[in-house]
């Protein structure tokens, strides 16, 4: 399979990031796209929701955890064109994330015929890393039972 243009890169990341009805509560943007290099990267406009407590002036830890996983699955999915679940999942919070835009960058580690590896960096506006993950998600094509 040739990699995908990376106008037809974006565009797949917009329908993964539109398709979820979860990230309809997230919101999530696309910004970039590199299919050849495996990389995209997504803006989570900051919404009060997200507030680790009321009147907290950071975000929850599962909010920036969703943002990592939906950003991994992105990178892999606009390579592969399809879905590709999640099998593992870590994250490392190095500060908290302030309530603030965040933004995710994911990079592909190693793509292949059942799973992939992506590596997530978050930061906020001010580029200050906020946490990292790493994920694995499965890219083998469904079967036709």
């Not at 040739?2 to 037809?8: D, G, H, N, R, V």
């Not at 580690?109 to 990292?132: C, E, F, N, P, Y």
Request: glycine letters at 6%; proline letters at 8%.
């Amino acid at each position: 399979m040739t990699a995908p243009s990376a106008e037809e890169a974006l565009a797949r990341l917009r329908h993964e990031l539109a398709h979820p009805p979860f990230h309809a509560v997230l919101r999530p943007e696309a910004l970039e796209a590199d299919p050849a290099e495996g990389r995209v990267a997504v803006r989570l406009p900051y919404r009060p929701e997200f507030g680790r407590a009321a009147d907290s002036p950071h975000v929850h830890g599962g909010v920036v955890a969703a943002l990592i996983d939906l950003t991994a699955h992105a990178a892999v999915a606009v390579q592969i064109r399809r879905m590709a679940p999640t099998i593992d999942l870590r994250i490392d919070y190095l500060r908290p994330a302030p309530a603030a835009d965040l933004i995710a960058w994911a990079r592909t580690l190693q793509l292949g015929r059942t799973v992939a590896r992506i590596d997530v960096k978050i930061a906020d506006a001010t580029g200050k890393v906020v946490a990292v993950g790493r994920g694995t998600f499965g890219t083998q094509a469904p079967s036709k039972e």
